[in-house]
């Protein structure tokens, strides 16, 4: 069953189209990458999925039906435009949130000790939130998110203010929870963190959908005919089947002859006598992809 | 419901352990106290409040007056005064001997032209403004008594000024002694104090929604709980303090009149009424939801609290009219302006609980006010309410009266 399933749904505010016609589903133990560039319709989309707005067509399925209150309680959400109350100490502050999340106020005393204590926050929880620098508000966002156990847990650009230890820490938390079973869904301008977690992805443009797949199924119809290559010692000038031999920093990119199978150029090389110590298919990385698609959208908006 | 009694609960502990608001709560009734018992204490005034009696000298004075007659004008002293109270001299060197020995702390001398020219002088080595008054209050009486040649009756009469009570034909109501300087200053007190109360609760809720705009906790909120439970918990919350606030400032007030009636002889008839507090209760309850449903309106609408403060000064004018009218009020507190400000929502908790501070007020202008402020107060919920929703939550704008007025009767879907 899919924890989100939205069937054609539109938004529009003014004359603004936020959101035309989107359909996709989340399913259960994944990572889900929601991308797209600033007023693609990402928080849109996000916010109705939350029933904070009404979709003005199409419909939303979430944890198997419509919006209810009892199930505002199963979903962790992590908006964009965050913040804390920052005049209330930090404690009290969790303990607020997590009880609007239906979590009995000792239950959530208890759990927030132990998150706070692995985001290591215990020791502040008595200062004011103002009081506490950017990245440790951050985790306590996060811990917002998390406290109640979500089934669905939406998070918005989650590393922002984060230093690579706790990066890593949100990383590994992340992917247990979608171990769990749980369904995440990703919202992120940082592409290799969506090549490293994201198990499917959805690109929207304008409130369209773009790309929607498998990270693998959408960066092979992108793949390009190249094969990166390190060798120890010189490439023949020539190799059969290789269209064209670029020099890279240290490394050599061959573009290969139409029809053309990796294989063949990985036996050719090593009939030829040269010794590798890298031979990789080249994959155009995410970033690549997103540049590329929005771009060639923008220009087909232009014309 | 559960959602709601948590962020009223919040709210409420936010607001009450903030270092700020237990100052004010506690300081605003501590300083008159204080300034009283300082009266108390240094005024050595310990007076009695049913000194009304025209003779009594005061009491806690170690030492009587004296006076110099040369006019010949006391022939005899009123019964209940001896003269161990207000001591006879032949002539000012006496006098001032007696002062000198410490026999009396001062005399009047009473000019050969009294008669003619109505005047006498006081004197004595030192000044106390807190006692010479009274002690004034004395030869003159006892100068009235022998000019009306012992009539303790038409002295009673004379002794109290002339006072022209207006009746109106349909209420009963009962005005009280307005010749003393709290006459006007009750109501006017009762008056600050209403809108300092009603003012601070409703700015509460100003501040409580556009800090979370600010906070940016809003859509964390919004994912969490109905806007409508959401302004429901804060109304209630912050209703709460401003009532802990009233009932705290206006029983503290009602408790320094009644001590304060003993130190500084405030008559009795100008002590405020119990039922003040009933209806001050009630009133403010309505005011504040009144005020604080606004005030909410307001906040949903702008996106930060510096905008807010521009929007504020628009609303408050209304509130503000009884305050600047006061004077009028009391002087007249069943005249046309009362009553007509006591029936407009917008300025009836004001006006209404100025009023009953200087008169009784009839009870069928209670209750018309209160079933106007309730009918308004419906109104109004129900608008701001309907503003309550999450695409105006999220966002913000400049404020003017016109959107305002257009976001309260055609809240947009969202």
Redesign the interface.
Known sequence: MSIIKTLNISKRFGEVQAVDNLSFEVQPGEIFGLLGPNGAGKTTSI?MI?D???PDEGEIRILGGPMT?EK??R?G?L?E????????PLE?CLI??A???GLDEDLAASKLKDYMEHFDLYQYRDKKVKELSKGMQQKAQLI?TLVHDPELIIIDEPFTSLDPVNTEMVKELLQSKRDEGKAIIMSTHQMNQVEELCDRILLIDHGHRVLYGTLQEIQGKFASRDILVTPLNELPQTIEGVQEIKKLNGRFRLTLEEHTKPNLILRNLINSGVELTEFEVAVPPLNEIFIKVVKEKAGGVND | MK?TW??LK?EF??TVT?RSFLLTLILVPLVPALILGGISLFGGDEGDSSSGTLFQPSQGETLPDGYVDLSGVINQLPPGLDSDSLVEFENPDAARDAIQADEIKGYFLIEKDFLKSGEMKYFREDFNPLTAMETTGIIDAVVRYNLLEGDLDQLETLSQPIEVNRVDLAPEVEERDNTHPLAFYLPYGVSMLFYVVIMTSASLMLGSIT??KE???M????????PVELFTGKILGLGLIGLLQMVLWMGSGMLLLKLGGTTLNIPPNLQLPPQILIWGIAFFILGYLLYATIMAGIGVLVPNLKEASQATYVVIIPFLIPLMLVGAIIENPNGILSTVLSLIPFTAPNTIMTRMAATTVPLWQLLVAIGLLIASILLLLRGVAGMFR??TL?TGSKFSLGLFIKTLFRPE??
Request: hydrophobic share 40%.
């Open positions: 916010r939350l904070i707005f009404k209150d505002k309680n979903i959400y908006p435009e965050r913040g804390l109350y920052q005049e209330i009290r607020f949130l009880a609007l999340k917002t | 959602k948590i962020v919040t502990i936010n903030r800090k979370e906070n940016r906790v859509e964390i909120l919004m994912s969490s709980i109905k999450a695409q999220l879907r969202t």
